[in-house]
Nanobody, 116 residues
Framework: QVQLVESGGGLVQAGGSLRLSCAASGFISSINVMGWYYQVPGKQRELVAAITRGGSTNYADSVKGRFTISRDNAKNTVYLQMNSLKPEDTAVYYC??????????WGKGTLVTVSS
């Protein structure tokens, strides 16, 4: 099992920045990909950004150039630096870990609110 704990959400004005962190514990060696997803009420959870253990990244088109995902394997932590935030970025952000065995693990989520 893998446990994920997010932190760093909050309220920010449009154009501002936030940094989300996600600390993983448990069976760490099983984790391949870590990422962030967002979800707004009434919609499905969607990928924001993901990063492999080797450092390859993938971003949603809507956040390219504004968000940066990074990973510290020594600290078992993944980060999401969010710049130039827009009101439409408002959502609950969930940390995700995918194991080499294709299992998904989720954090409880952290709310990001961007005011206009």
């Amino acid at each position: 099992q893998v446990q994920l704990v997010e932190s760093g959400g909050g309220l920010v004005q449009a154009g501002g920045s936030l940094r989300l962190s996600c600390a993983a514990s448990g069976f760490i060696s099983s984790i391949n990909v870590m990422g962030w997803y967002y979800q707004v009420p009434g919609k499905q959870r969607e990928l924001v950004a993901a990063i492999t253990r080797g450092g390859s990244t993938n971003y949603a088109d809507s956040v390219k150039g504004r968000f940066t995902i990074s990973r510290d394997n020594a600290k078992n932590t993944v980060y999401l630096q969010m710049n130039s935030l827009k009101p439409e970025d408002t959502a609950v952000y969930y940390c995700n870990a995918k194991s080499y065995g294709a299992m998904d693990f989720w954090g409880k989520g952290t709310l990001v609110t961007v005011s206009s």
